[in-house]
Nanobody, 123 residues
């Protein structure tokens, strides 16, 4: 079993930055891809970014490209999402997720999920 706990969310003004963290326990993540998803009220959960188990390959949704950067530190069993130039439409609950093998942009492909952290961007 893998337990994931997100942190780093909060309230920020448009144009600001936040760095989300995802701490894993129960198992090392060296063989697990990680993903970040978000869900705004009344909307479906959507893919934000994914990273391979080694960290050598990343994928970002179009809405995140150029502003968000996914990374991981396998020595600390952690994943990160650096979010810059935040916009009000980025307001959502952000979730990290993990799955064996390669990163996927499809939420149902992920086996393990954190509880989420709220990100609110004011205009």
């Amino acid at each position: 079993q893998v337990q994931l706990v997100e942190s780093g969310g909060g309230l920020v003004q448009a144009g600001g930055s936040l760095r989300l963290s995802c701490a894993a326990s129960g198992r090392t993540l060296t063989s697990y891809a990680m993903g970040w998803f978000r869900q705004a009220p009344g909307k479906e959960r959507e893919f934000v970014a994914g990273i391979s188990a080694s960290g050598g390959a990343t994928d970002h949704a179009e809405s995140a490209k150029g502003r968000f950067i996914i990374s991981r530190d396998n020595t600390k069993n952690m994943g990160f999402l650096q979010m810059n130039d935040l916009k009000p439409e980025d307001t959502a609950v952000y979730y990290c997720a993990a799955r064996p093998a390669w990163a996927s942009p499809v939420s149902r492909d992920y086996r393990y999920w954190g509880q989420g952290t709220q990100v609110t961007v004011s205009s």
